[in-house]
């Protein structure tokens, strides 16, 4: 499982570095700025929490997607275990406030 999230994290960072470049590409290059506007967090935003099953098996998903259901989790990503055969199952739901 630490592989797996491991290798989700290194997709995220390259993700993020080739949005980085691709902007410096784009604003190099005539792309008009963007000026007065920040991005930071947004306090109305909604907040969530965050959750993320061990393998499941293909045939237990059911159950397992039922039970956090019941409990206010909704399913955000669904990924092989890499076996093909199990499954870690992501959920959220909104944070408490």
Known sequence: MQKNIALVLVGMMLGCGAGAYATHSATAHGAPKVIGQRFGANPSAPRWEQTCSE????TGVDDVVGKAGAEGWELA????AGTGV???LCFKRPAPK
């Open 86 to 88: 199990h499954e870690i």
């Open 55 to 58: 393998p499941v098996e293909l």
């Open 77 to 80: 990503a669904m990924s092989t």
